[in-house]
């Protein structure tokens, strides 16, 4: 089972990206994929997650109202769309998938990709 996380990149404040992962391996019908981000010194920040097979999305407040998280089944991806984008969006993220069941932030996390960095410029 892979998860493979990419597109970050290099962003102005305001503007927008959009990050995927792709899964391959296991179809992820029972599960809860979530994006998380870390920057150096700092704890782990799970930002945005959704259910795989509902669609029923969780954000952070850090981030509610300007990241979207979706899915594509026929793709096996899960997208994250970040607008108006702050420089303390800066980080590397990760996308990590979990069973369903238990509050929405709760691990244990079955599978990670690997970082994709986002760094935005004041």
């Known amino acids: 089972v892979q998860l493979q996380a990419f597109g970050g990149g290099l962003v102005q404040a305001g503007g927008s990206l959009r990050l995927s992962c792709a899964a391959s391996?296991?179809?992820?019908?029972?599960?809860?994929i979530g994006w998380f981000r870390q920057t150096p010194g700092k704890e782990r920040e799970l930002v945005a997650g959704?259910?795989?097979?509902?669609?029923?999305?969780s954000y952070a407040d850090s981030v509610k109202g300007r990241f979207t998280i979706s899915r594509d089944h026929a793709k096996n991806t899960t997208y994250l769309q970040m607008n108006s984008l702050k420089p303390e969006d800066t980080a590397v993220y990760y996308c990590?998938?979990?069973?369903?069941?238990?509050?929405?932030?709760?691990?244990?996390?079955?599978?990670w990709g690997q970082g994709t960095q986002v760094t935005v410029s004041s």
């Open positions: 990590a998938a979990k069973p369903l069941g238990g509050a929405w932030a709760s691990g244990p996390w079955d599978y």
């Open positions: 391996g296991r179809t992820f019908t029972s599960y809860f």
């Open positions: 959704i259910s795989w097979g509902g669609g029923i999305t």
